[in-house]
């Protein structure tokens, strides 16, 4: 079979077949009587193994040694090639990233493209100091793009630089909840502590208060917390048994009952919470430290039936609690009129 009819027939270009023959590769078994290359059934069968061979990710320096060389086993090559595989998608990914974000940011020209390259390199830099100051020296008059942002919230570990982060990406004015949303379903739970803290700072933004509703069951106690957060300023009633049990656990208990005391402006809400302390007081597991926690959750309520509840809690038999009570029952009583009209309303 002449070279021609080869290359038909295998796919492989004249030109690379003559490549194989000067390297030694594949070199067909004869000639015809004009010259010209004449491959037989086993040349024709080893071109494809060599086309197999390279498909792998094999040099031809490497076909041909596993083609002639029976010492060469193919375990060691193979986990080599994967590793370089690997590599070489890791690569190609963050291209795509990079490509993504520079699309996102609807560059007008090339100048916009060098300046999102140049503040991607900044945001990958090892230096905490020079990330932050990538994000705060752009933020004045100049839109950075969404996706990029959240993307390095959700790299970013060292907490000053994701405190500007989370900043510039809530007063970006992109789409960046669309961006968090698939880190707040990653299965790298600081990916997600990241995405839903990220998402809580952006309360206008549409379908934020979708995503962290999903997070409020989340396995991790602390996405779930900060969501219950998040949703409680929020007003989403939902969150009430998770920001009940962070006063019970002494997790943000502060922040969590100011919190439930935002939610009680809500006249049914305020029942669901003082039901709900009531229950976690009288609960027999309850020790000191705990009841003392929610007494001054207590404080923090609207209504007349949060202080009544209080107000019992300075005849308490737990005298650290009793005192507790009492203290705070001054503390209801040197209120403002017009605080407490407002809260018997």
């Given at each position: 079979m002449l070279i021609g009819d080869v290359a038909r027939r295998s796919g492989v270009s004249t030109r690379m077949l003559r490549h194989y023959d000067a390297l030694g590769l594949v070199r067909p078994t004869g000639r015809t009587v004009g010259g010209y290359r004449e491959y037989s059934a086993e040349d024709v069968r080893r071109i494809?193994?060599?086309?197999?061979l390279r498909s792998l990710g094999l040099s031809l320096k490497q076909v041909g040694r596993a083609l002639e060389d029976p010492a060469f086993t193919p375990s060691a090559l193979v986990g080599d090639l994967i590793r370089w595989t690997e590599d070489r998608l890791a690569r190609e990914q963050e291209l795509l990233e990079r490509l993504r974000a520079i699309d996102a940011s609807a560059p007008t020209g090339w100048q916009d493209v060098l300046r999102i390259v140049e503040l991607m390199r900044e945001f990958n830099s090892t230096s905490?100091?020079?990330?932050?100051?990538?994000?705060l020296a752009r933020s004045e008059g100049v839109s950075l793009p969404a996706e990029l942002l959240a993307g390095?919230?959700?790299?970013?570990?060292?907490?000053?630089?994701a405190g500007a982060l989370r900043w510039a990406l809530a007063r970006s004015?992109?789409?960046?909840?669309?961006?968090?949303?698939?880190g707040a379903h990653s299965e790298d739970v600081d990916i997600r502590r990241r995405a839903v803290l990220a998402i809580a700072e952006m309360p206008e933004a549409p379908g934020a208060t979708a995503v962290l509703a999903d997070a409020l069951g989340d396995p991790d106690t602390t996405v779930g917390r900060h969501a219950a957060l998040a949703l409680g300023r929020r007003g989403v009633a939902a969150a009430v048994p998770t920001l009940v049990g962070m006063v019970v656990e002494g997790s943000n208990d502060v922040d969590a009952a100011e919190v439930l005391g935002t939610l009680s402006q809500d006249p049914g809400?305020?029942?669901r919470i003082t039901t709900a302390l009531a229950g976690e007081l009288a609960a027999p597991t309850a020790d000191s430290a705990t009841r003392i926690r929610l007494t001054q959750a207590l404080v923090e309520l609207a209504g007349t039936t949060a202080q009544d509840i209080l107000r019992q809690l300075?005849?308490?038999?737990?005298?650290?609690?009793?005192?507790?009570?009492?203290a705070l029952a001054g503390v209801l009583e040197d209120r403002p009129s017009e605080d407490r009209a407002d809260e018997d309303s």
């Open positions: 494809f193994h060599v086309e197999s905490a100091a020079r990330r932050q100051q990538a994000v390095a919230v959700l790299a970013e570990s060292d907490p000053h630089v004015g992109g789409d960046g909840v669309a961006a968090l949303h698939a809400c305020a029942d300075t005849q308490d038999d737990d005298r650290a609690v009793a005192l507790a009570a009492s």
